[in-house]
């Protein structure tokens, strides 16, 4: 059984997924946030440094949704449009966790929705 996650606090999914799903193991898989501002829908101005913070946030409020915070986050992945901002996306991620630490994966591709520089997604545990 799945139940599906869902807040305003984070921008809507506008495709066929959800924001997130609770599997009956009480594992949460949010799908990858990108830096939409929920309030306007757009993306954040500013650089990586300000969309990983909107896409933590949003990450972040889906999980207070489930009733989670960051400290149950068990994996990360991070998905960057360019390799080279890995270390000012890892200063702003820093300030999301502490340890431990979750696992993670960062890894850059081509390129993501709306133009992002970086969407984040994350599994975590009740």
Do not use: W
């Not at 999301?96 to 975590?124: D, H, M, N, Q, W």
Request: avoid cysteine.
């Amino acid at each position: 059984m799945k139940k599906v996650i869902r807040t305003p606090q984070a921008p809507a999914a506008i495709g066929p997924y959800s924001q997130a799903i609770q599997t009956i193991g009480n594992l949460v898989f949010t799908s990858g946030q990108i830096p939409i501002d929920p309030a306007t829908g757009t993306l954040v101005d500013g650089g990586i440094m300000e969309q990983t913070r909107q896409s933590l946030m949003n990450v972040q409020a889906i999980l207070k949704e489930a009733g989670l915070t960051m400290g149950n986050v068990a994996k990360t992945t991070v998905f960057m449009a360019d390799m080279n901002d890995f270390a000012n996306m890892n200063a702003v991620y820093a300030e999301f966790f502490t340890e431990p630490y979750p696992a993670r994966s960062a890894v850059a591709v081509k390129s993501l929705p709306k133009g992002a520089l970086v969407e984040i997604e994350v599994v975590a545990e009740r």
